[in-house]
């Protein structure tokens, strides 16, 4: 069995197609990611990083190319069978957190198990053992109005995380931040990863954090070249 978690093969992406003013993002991207490794995707605006992300995690489907999740094409798959690769494999982290504004940092962990059929007990260790992890234990019982940035993102973090996926995706994850934020929230995130063996495709602008993965990945001209 390959341990690929991810596999990006000849992947085409227009929009507008056959229109004016059509845009051919992705030209035969490839990209394979193994167990366990945490890849950064280097891009500047406007490259095509998020349609990629967004390809991998079957949010959109591709042009032309082979889409694989652990090993199964998914490109041809009904889309019912999407929603189940997703929900059960992938988290998702974005630049602006999107956490639910009415519900409490703990409420926002624990609903994504519960719609999963994970026990509310079950649910609520987890998604407190979640927040220990990133060191915001303390920050349970408060809604995202009354946290900062870096510790919303933290629990947009630990929500990705809740339903166990085998590969996270994480687009830009500190781009919202100060520096010295960034960087720190960027730490428990690479702990989180790390400590739960999970894959990760993380893009950013930012060099620093890019080198502290194991593989840098740059977007040009539709095509992943080694950074
Ligand atoms: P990045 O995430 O690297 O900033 P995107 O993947 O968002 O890049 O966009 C890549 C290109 O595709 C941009 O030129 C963008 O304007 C264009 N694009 C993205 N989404 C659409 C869409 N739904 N329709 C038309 N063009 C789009």
Do not use: W
């Amino acid at each position: 069995m390959s341990d690929a978690v991810l596999r990006l093969s000849g992947v085409e992406k227009v929009y507008k197609k056959g229109m004016p003013g059509e845009v051919h993002v992705l030209r035969g991207a490839d990209l394979t990611v193994r167990r366990g490794e945490v890849v950064a995707l280097v891009a500047p605006s406007g490259a095509g990083k998020s349609t990629l992300l967004h390809i991998a995690g079957l949010l959109d489907s591709a042009d032309a190319g082979v889409v694989e999740i652990g090993g199964e094409e998914m490109q041809n798959r009904s889309d019912r069978r999407r929603t189940a690769v997703r929900r059960d494999n992938l988290g998702f982290v974005y630049q602006f957190h999107h956490l639910l504004p009415e519900f409490t940092a703990l409420e926002n962990i624990t609903l994504p198990q519960l719609a999963n059929g994970t026990p509310r007990d079950a649910a609520e260790a987890r998604a407190k053992d979640l927040l220990a992890s990133v060191g915001i234990a303390d920050r349970a019982s408060h809604r995202p109005a009354a946290m900062s940035g870096g510790e919303q993102q933290r629990v947009a973090f630990c929500r990705a995380m809740a339903n166990a996926p085998q590969l996270l995706l994480a687009d830009e994850p500190t781009g919202n931040l100060d520096p010295a934020t960034s960087d720190r929230v960027f730490g428990a995130l690479m702990r989180l990863v790390r400590d739960t063996g999970l894959s990760a495709v993380i893009a950013t602008h930012n060099l620093e954090l890019a080198e502290r993965m194991d593989r840098c990945l740059r977007l040009e001209d539709g095509h992943l070249t080694t950074a």
